[in-house]
T-cell receptor, first 113, second 113 residues
């Protein structure tokens, strides 16, 4: 998973605040994915993005969650008005293209208090 | 949606023992992947399997893609303390969704020195 950079690694937010998680894909990768891992669970797909495009957001909660991957800069997963149930590890992954090997970052751990 | 059943949930073994874990699915996958996750880290790809019946090794690890395409197993031989961690299987389909990984809930491996 070397090369996919996520920050912050740990984030604490009070209920109602906003959380912004950033992801820089591996060099040469233009496909970015976000997954969420609840305690003692496997990772669950949230969203798949290419530069300036959301390709598949079928795993995103309908409200409060959004993701972008701008032409310049990292991909951002944004959670508005966080609730306790949003506490989880959020993993970004990247690949060179669809069907290519997917590499994960080290994750961002969100705690909502 | 598709679900993966991974077993066992946890294993406690002595150093030097062999380990086997498996994943079964209610539907077919065209790619099976095995990841290891250390505490506070992201999943690291161990083995990728692309063909039904395929048997692939990576050092002391061996994984097989089941003939029915609905299951896979991972074996670890001569376990060592650094094998401790959570092992996840993941499946991927081909075609229009050949980017979305479906994960099992993981097998927690503890190795007693």
């Amino acid at each position: 998973n070397a090369g996919v950079m996520q920050n912050p690694r740990h984030l604490v937010r009070r209920r109602g605040q906003e959380a912004r998680l950033r992801c820089s894909p591996m060099k040469g990768h233009s496909h970015v994915y976000w997954y969420r891992q609840l305690p003692e669970e496997g990772l669950k797909f949230m969203v798949y993005l290419q530069k300036e495009n959301i390709i598949d957001e079928s795993g995103m909660p309908k409200e409060r969650f959004s993701a972008e991957f701008p032409k310049e800069g990292p991909s951002i997963l944004r959670i508005q008005q966080v609730v306790r149930g949003d506490s989880a590890a959020y993993f970004c992954a990247s690949s060179r293209g669809t069907g290519n090997t997917i590499y994960f970052g080290e994750g961002s751990w969100l705690t909502v208090v | 949606g598709q679900q993966l059943n991974q077993s066992p949930q946890s294993m406690f073994i002595q150093e030097g023992e062999d380990v086997s874990m498996n994943c079964t699915s209610s539907s077919i996958f065209n790619t099976w992947l095995w990841y290891k996750q250390d505490p506070g880290e992201g999943p690291v790809l161990l083995i990728a399997l692309y063909k039904a019946g395929e048997l692939t090794s990576n050092g002391r690890l061996t994984a097989q893609f089941g003939i029915t395409r609905k299951d896979s197993f991972l074996n670890i031989s001569a376990s060592i303390p650094s094998d401790v961690g959570i092992y996840f299987c993941a499946g991927m389909n081909s075609g229009g969704s050949n980017y979305k990984l479906t994960f099992g809930k993981g097998t927690l491996l503890t190795v007693n020195p």
